[in-house]
């Protein structure tokens, strides 16, 4: 479960179903105390003491509100056909259409009952405008920066060393270890890079053309959930990669790129736009 999946509208959901679990312990209705008797020994119910308010209402918005949260973590799950946050939001909208209703018929409202309609507002609308508003499509937590990556033999790497991660500095094209960048080979030494490219020749395999070499793997994050292809061209995606975690492109695919996932995973990235370089 990718709990960094989870966005700003995630966190008002949780927040609400919150709430609605509070309000399910406060009273129903009120209590008319006639004139002269003392009703302090009248306990006004709560929803655990009216079965078809607590299921219909209470606890059917705490299930809608886990269903959307469990279904942003973990992507795919589908109940009947539906995705687990699409049936997660059905339940949502049918706590508030019950509340609603309930609130109406009611002849003396308690604080339990205000309080859990006002709670399955909050959860309905959160369930439903999240995919659509981009402010609640933000991620509730930022990206973790990625581990330094430690050399051989248990050596840490020197600043500007970690190939490809977030903060390395890329030695230019041709250029030496400890060569300042820019830096032109002096009168009468040998340029680097006419110096290896005899030997970049010989490994060059026979019949075809060595790999490019201008494109360097960088770290990146994805601004919200997007899907990843397979490598052979198929329509259907093999992941989907989740804001709020790092992915390594290793390769450009034309607009695209080749990602790799933290299980080892690659595929195609075919919407590249607004993602976060490391």
């Not at 500007?160 to 300042?180: C, F, L, N, T």
């Not at 292809?229 to 259907?236: L, T």
């Amino acid at each position: 479960m990718n709990i960094r999946s989870l966005t700003r509208g995630d966190g008002v959901v949780i927040g609400a179903a919150v709430v609605l679990f509070i309000a399910s312990f406060l009273d129903l209705a009120g209590i008319d105390c006639p004139a002269g008797l003392n009703c302090s020994s009248f306990d006004a119910p709560n929803a655990w003491d009216a079965l078809g308010v607590l299921m219909s209402v209470f606890l059917a918005g705490i299930i809608g509100a886990a269903l959307v949260v469990v279904g942003r973590a973990m992507p795919g799950r589908k109940v009947v056909g539906l995705d687990l946050g699409q049936f997660g939001a059905a339940f949502c909208v049918f706590a508030l259409w019950t509340a609603f209703w309930t609130i109406i018929d009611a002849s003396d409202a308690g604080t339990g009952l205000i309080l859990g309609l006002l709670a399955t507002i909050v959860l309905a609308g959160g369930a439903v405008a999240t995919p659509l508003v981009p402010a609640l499509k933000a991620p509730l937590m930022g990206a973790p920066r990625p581990q330094a990556v430690q050399s051989p033999y248990g050596g840490q790497p020197q600043p500007g060393q970690g190939y490809g991660y977030p903060g390395a500095q890329q030695q230019p094209y041709g250029a030496q270890p400890g060569q300042p960048y820019g830096a032109q080979p002096q009168p009468g030494q040998p340029d680097p890079a006419m110096a290896h490219a005899p030997q970049a020749q010989q490994q060059a395999p026979q019949g075809g053309s060595a790999p490019a070499g201008d494109f360097t793997p960088f770290w990146f994050a994805v601004p919200v959930a997007r899907p990843l292809y397979g490598e052979d061209g198929s329509p259907g995606p093999i992941a989907e990669l989740a804001p709020g975690t790092w992915y390594l492109a290793v390769e450009q695919r034309g607009p695209g790129l080749i990602a790799q996932t933290q299980d080892g995973r690659r595929g195609v990235l075919q919407d590249t736009t607004g993602i976060q370089r490391g």
